[in-house]
Each structure stands twice: as C-alpha cells, then as structure tokens.
C-alpha cells in the first residue's frame, strides 16, 4: 500500500473550470500519492473528462492550485504536463496503425545519433521496457495493427512511460476490452503502482476499480463527493455517492435479488402480494 503520510506527488486544491454559463468543476480537490493507485469515478458529465484535461494541460483552471511535489505550478499545456512528469492515455490511445511497435512507442520523442534517427538504440530501448512491464507482444517490429485491443492498450500505456513520468492517467483503459485483455491491462496498472508510479485511473466499471484502486474519488456535478478507501468500502457505497442518493436503481435491484433468492414473496419496487395476485 502506498504511503499515504507523506506529501502526495500531486495534489489539486479548490480547482474549477467554466465553459461559458456552464460550471464544470467547482472547487475540486485530489490527493496521488507516489506507488497509489487513485480511481476516479462519476457518472457521466460529472467532471472527470474536464478534471483529467485540466491535470493534462489541455484546459487552464480558473481558480484553484495545481501542487506538483509540494510546489504550486502552472500548466499551461500539454507539453507543460508532461515535462514536470504528467502522462496521459486518453481512450483513443492516438497510435499510429502503420507504424510498428518501437515507432509508436518513440513517435515525437525519436532517439538520434549524429542527426540520424538511431533504430537500434530504440529498439533495444523498447524491448526492455516491454520486458520491464511483462508486457507480452510478440515483436517490437510487429505493425500495431495487427495487435489485439489489450495490446494495443499496453503499447499506449508504455509509450507514456517513454519520458520517465511521476503520474499517469489512464482514461478508461479497459472500455470494450474482453475479460483476458482487461486483466492483462490491470496487470499493468499494478506493475506501475509497483514502480512508484502514481496512477490515476478513470473508469466506469466498478470491478475493475475494486481490483486495483487504493482510494476511489467521486465526483458529482463537478464537485467532490467522497473519497473511500477501497479496502473500507463497497461498490454499493461508491455508486450511491455517483448517484447522490442511497435508493437507485443498483440497490433496488440488490433488494429485488436478495428478497427473491430468501424465498420471501416480497417485491422491492410493488410491497408484498397475495398468492395468485396479479
């Protein structure tokens, strides 16, 4: 488990972003330890997109302060971002489809010898760092392509390691992944927190936050609201902290399989029947 005594590697204190009339973070807070793995979740228009382009450079705060190893810094892009030690996968993971491993993995950051781009060096670099990560492809000069959802994932989520970062955001590294490549990618997740990485995993499945988060942040409407410790807490506390409401759908639901499986002849949503009612 991380450390969570000492000073987070990044830490947002009172952020918030307005687009026109419409308030899209109002006053947010959030902690990242190094070796943590932090899940933020919400429902959709809660914030998160808005909150992680914000830690990414891509939107300037307008009010609030961004800490970065207990110093306030301004981030006024994404080359800003990156070069204090920020990382970002966004979901479309952004490769290269004719390119092969090692092309993508060094796109924008090629290695050079003597102004000529130096293969050998990049590809020798790739490969360990593959192998650092257990990341099994069957070649660095293989057309990504030709890779499957779960390694094309992985090759993303190496690529930003590329620059040495501190933290990297993950945006909903499992979405229309099967149950093999979300575990392979989860696997992954846990090997950065392993090497001191702060991670901050955004993500709708609820499973996958159970399994590798150390701290889940909610937010709603723009706004915190709660903050668990996943070893402390359930899916049903999260979700009714993403509602806003301890009744919803999940739980109702809950209650309806509970009273079914306990033979009781009550039904959550209608109260008790007579037998052989309507």
């Known amino acids: 488990m991380p450390d969570t005594t000492s000073a987070p590697v990044l830490e947002l204190r009172g952020v918030s972003k307005r687009f026109g009339a419409v308030q899209a973070l109002s006053g947010v807070d959030l902690a990242v330890h190094s070796g943590e793995v932090v899940a933020l979740v919400g429902d959709n228009g809660a914030g998160k997109s808005t909150l992680v382009k914000t830690i990414a450079g891509v939107n300037n705060p307008d009010e609030g ?87 094309r994932q992985t090759v993303a989520i190496a690529r930003s390691l590329i620059g040495d970062p501190r933290v990297v955001m993950l945006d909903e590294p499992t979405a229309a992944l099967g149950v093999e490549q979300t575990a392979q990618v989860l696997d ?45 807490t359930n899916q049903e506390e999260i979700i009714s902290a993403i509602t806003g409401a301890t009744d919803n759908a999940v739980t109702r639901r809950a209650a309806r399989t509970h009273e079914a499986e306990s033979g009781s002849g009550f039904d959550a949503d209608f109260g008790d029947r007579p037998p052989g009612g309507p």
């Open 65 to 151: 302060d961004i800490i970065w190893r207990g110093r306030p810094v301004t981030i006024r892009g994404p080359h800003d971002a990156q070069k204090i030690g920020i990382a970002t996968v966004y979901q479309d993971l952004a490769l290269a489809d004719n390119l092969d491993v090692v092309g993508n993995l060094f796109l924008g950051s090629e290695t050079r010898s003597a102004g000529i781009l130096d293969e050998i060096a990049m590809e020798s670099r790739s490969q360990e760092l593959l192998d650092t990560l257990s990341i099994r492809i069957p070649s660095v000069r293989i057309p990504v392509a030709s890779l499957s959802g779960g390694q």
């Open 188 to 232: 992954l997740v846990e090997r950065l927190r392993d090497r001191g990485l702060g991670v901050i995993l955004i993500s709708h499945n609820m499973e996958d936050v159970m399994a590798v988060a150390d701290t889940v942040a909610v937010l709603r409407l723009g706004r915190n609201n709660g903050f668990f410790d996943r070893r402390r």
